[in-house]
């Protein structure tokens, strides 16, 4: 795509609106962006203006001002809250990656504190990850026992390999499981992330990598792995097929998994489990809620997380650092567009079905949520002009995050056209609008892990129902959502949405077998704070207080 020289862009913008890409500029700039060059584009929509905005790569970025996001005295002294709490640790080079001790400026102050257990186990897991992590005289002498037949001695150091399925989301969601999964176990994760998961997420650990090695020997084999791979565990154990010893062990516990492949969510089969040193999942799902079924882990969940919706709030903040490439397009769109209004109001909008489903019905869901709880001003459609002295300085901003850009002209043009009834100006702002999921494209990933952070932002949050994009959103960000009603199951007599029980994401497709009864159950019958989910009354969530 061609980019034109400033003055030019400028000059064409005070003419006319201009296409640019895939982003509409409707009226002309309030604020210059500080523009910089790349190789990738990311586009911004925002309210009654349109700016484009280049990010700098992950070696130079520039954040909006100066002050405090500059200050020299980074490297020591760390508060509490820039720590959060303890979860982080110190040590780190902090211009290597600006979000780490700064993303707590920008959400609000979490009122949930990680226990002093969990963070004695994230301090031990760092231990861990550093003494066996990639290219270490432990990894290199465990990783001997790939090719050993004769594998028998309990090995120094075992690991736990993720591979992702599915969208930026899942890849997300799972990737917290299995680090939850790791700490149970004493294992050391290592993440296997292709290209398109490139530019996403600082080292969370200090002087040591998560990546799995380049050059690691079964990375073949990993395109493989599904329903009907003969070496997952589930057909293994189906086709009688396990013997002893065994070094390594694929598990699959993705969307199409068979029944076989649940009996990782049985407590025998984890004792099986726990002897072999390399254990590599394939996984598209957040599978947290299950080991709170599973006694043996019993008590180490409880002493780690007494609060029990906080454990994606915790490890998810303590994990997931956006790059310095996606940090500056974070940034810079907060600053411009987010910073100086009174209220944030995220709307994540997820259509399903867009051949089927009308993108003005969802509109009318939509209105029909925020006017039930009201979360949004309502307009005054019988003047033009506003009418009311009150709450005239009150700024509010609605965040869209969707592939679409129909939501975003659907609320513009209605508080364009308006004035709110309350008086309060409210500006819409959309980051981007992809149409439809480009998987394997990296920078749709990036724009996605942007708004993901953007929505966890904002003070109020509305989202799509079985969209694990917005469990990340609202799990990062420590929020109950407002969430919406699949709309094709909606109609205009119902609730069109409905606040969450926690913030904790959903299990999509559980495990729905008894372990102990060797019969098909209810799982969410077992444990008072494993329910089934708002929005997909077939899965688990963990909660606090259930209610009925």
């Not at 979000?99 to 861990?128: A, D, G, I, M, V």
């Not at 028998?152 to 499981?177: D, F, H, Q």
């Not at 029909?368 to 009150?390: F, G, R, S, Y």
Request: a negative charge.
């Amino acid at each position: 795509m061609e980019v034109k020289p400033l003055k030019k862009l400028l000059e064409s913008i005070s003419m006319r609106p201009v296409a640019f890409g895939s982003c509409l500029i409707a009226f002309p700039l309030m604020i210059i962006l500080s523009i910089t060059y790349q190789d990738q584009m990311f586009s911004v929509i925002g309210g009654f203006a349109g700016v484009t905005i280049f990010g700098g790569n992950s070696q130079n970025v520039t954040e909006f001002g100066d002050g405090p996001e500059y200050d020299s005295s980074w490297h020591a002294n760390f508060s509490d809250d820039q720590l959060l709490g303890g979860l982080l640790a110190s040590g780190f080079n902090t211009k290597s990656c600006l979000s780490r001790y700064r993303s707590f400026r920008y959400r609000k102050s979490s009122p949930h504190k990680p226990s002093p257990y969990l963070l004695l186990k994230l301090r031990n897991y760092e231990n861990l990850h550093k003494h066996c992590g990639p290219y270490t005289e432990a990894y290199n002498r465990t990783l001997e026992t790939l090719n050993s037949s004769n594998f028998s001695s309990p090995a120094e150091c075992k690991y736990m390999i993720w591979i992702g399925e599915a969208g930026l989301g899942n890849r997300i969601l799972t990737t917290v499981s299995a680090f939850l999964y790791s700490l149970l176990t004493n294992r050391t994760l290592l993440v296997q992330h292709g290209p398109d998961m490139a530019d996403l997420f600082c080292e969370p650990f200090l002087n040591t990598s998560w990546l799995l090695p380049a050059d690691f020997p079964l990375k073949n084999e990993f395109e493989k792995v599904g329903r009907e791979y003969p070496n997952t565990y589930g057909n293994m154990v189906k086709n009688h097929a396990i013997g002893s010893p065994i070094s390594v062990l694929y598990l699959f516990l993705a969307s199409g998994c068979n029944d076989f492949d649940k009996l990782f969510y049985c407590e025998e089969d984890q004792a099986f489990l726990q002897k072999i040193p390399w254990l590599i999942m394939k996984s598209d799902e957040y599978f947290t809620p299950s080991f709170f079924l599973m006694p043996g882990f019993e008590h180490e969940l409880n002493q780690m997380f007494p609060d029990k919706e906080t454990i994606f709030h915790h490890l998810g903040r303590y994990l997931l650092h956006p790059s310095n490439k996606a940090w500056g397009l974070i940034i810079r769109f907060y600053k411009s567009y987010l910073a100086n209004t009174d209220e944030r109001i995220g709307m994540q909008i997820r259509v399903f079905n867009p051949k089927d489903t009308p993108f003005q019905e969802v509109t009318e869901q939509i209105l029909a949520c925020t006017k039930q709880e009201n979360l949004i001003p309502d307009v005054d459609k019988e003047h033009l002009v506003d009418v009311t002295t009150k709450n005239q300085t009150s700024t509010k901003a609605i965040l869209i995050a969707s592939l679409y850009s129909e939501f975003y002209e659907n609320f513009k043009n209605m508080y364009w056209t308006f004035p709110t009834i309350t008086g309060e100006t409210v500006e819409v702002v959309q980051p981007s609008h992809e149409t439809y999921q480009h998987f394997g494209d990296s920078m749709h990933n990036v724009k996605a892990w942007v708004e993901m952070n953007l929505l966890s932002m904002t003070d109020v949050l509305v989202t799509s129902s079985w969209s694990t994009f917005g469990y990340v959103a609202q799990g990062l960000g420590g929020l109950k959502p407002w969430i919406l009603t699949r709309p094709e199951f909606w109609m205009n007599t119902d609730p069109a949405c409905r606040r969450v029980m926690s913030m904790e994401p959903c299990l999509h497709i559980p495990p729905s077998f008894d372990c102990k009864t060797k019969v098909n159950a209810d799982m969410g019958n077992v444990v008072p704070y494993v329910q089934h989910c708002e929005d997909v009354t077939s899965g688990l969530k963990l909660v606090n207080n259930f209610t009925g």
